[in-house]
């Protein structure tokens, strides 16, 4: 492959561009999870848990798009900071969590920081890249 094609694949490639874009918002929010003893992935399972409506942790990973194993680990330290609870004496993909009072605070407690760090780059975009992006996403996250 010559260097005028390599140089266009990697300037133009999607798996290349979204994972650059994937990292930079997750550097973002976890700066600020950081403050709050917790990190980016965390903080999206505890929103995700606080919504309900999954029957297992197998159907909450699928939900988050979070690999199996990154889901296990990452349970594991929010239940030992506390922050979750196992619901039922279930193994495996009957096993379902839900936030513990300290959890549900500290979810609370991160919500404005959240919608701060949302507008924030919101605003950076505008209000038409924004939505461009909105939409974008969601064709990409359907893909299979």
Same mark, same amino acid.
């Given at each position: 492959?010559?260097?005028?094609?390599?140089?266009?694949?990697?300037?133009?490639?999607?798996?290349? /561009?979204?994972?650059?874009?994937?990292?930079?918002? !997750?550097?973002?929010?976890?700066?600020?999870?950081?403050?709050?003893?917790?990190?980016?992935? %965390?903080?999206?399972?505890?929103?995700?848990? $606080?919504?309900?409506?999954?029957?297992?942790? #197998?159907?909450?990973?699928? *939900? !988050? $798009?979070?690999?199996?194993?990154?889901? !296990?680990?990452?349970?594991? $330290?929010? *239940?030992?900071?506390?922050?979750? %609870?196992?619901? /039922?004496?279930? *193994?495996?993909? #009957?096993?379902?969590? #839900?936030?513990?009072?300290?959890?549900? *605070?500290?979810?609370?407690?991160?919500?404005?920081?959240?919608?701060? $760090?949302?507008?924030?780059?919101?605003e950076e975009l505008g209000e038409e890249k924004w939505?461009?992006? %909105?939409?974008?996403?969601?064709?990409?996250?359907?893909?299979?």
């Amino acid at each position: 492959m010559d260097s005028k094609t390599a140089k266009h694949m990697t300037t133009y490639c999607l798996l290349v /561009n979204s994972r650059k874009a994937a990292r930079s918002i !997750t550097r973002r929010y976890n700066k600020l999870a950081r403050e709050h003893d917790l990190q980016a992935t %965390q903080l999206g399972l505890l929103f995700s848990i $606080a919504g309900g409506g999954f029957g297992s942790i #197998s159907e909450l990973a699928e *939900r !988050t $798009a979070v690999e199996r194993s990154a889901m !296990t680990r990452n349970l594991q $330290a929010l *239940r030992k900071k506390g922050l979750i %609870q196992a619901e /039922n004496e279930g *193994r495996g993909r #009957s096993q379902k969590v #839900s936030l513990t009072e300290e959890g549900e *605070r500290r979810v609370e407690e991160f919500i404005p920081v959240w919608f701060e $760090a949302h507008d924030k780059v919101r605003e950076e975009l505008g209000e038409e890249k924004w939505n461009q992006v %909105q939409d974008a996403l969601k064709i990409l996250a359907d893909l299979e």
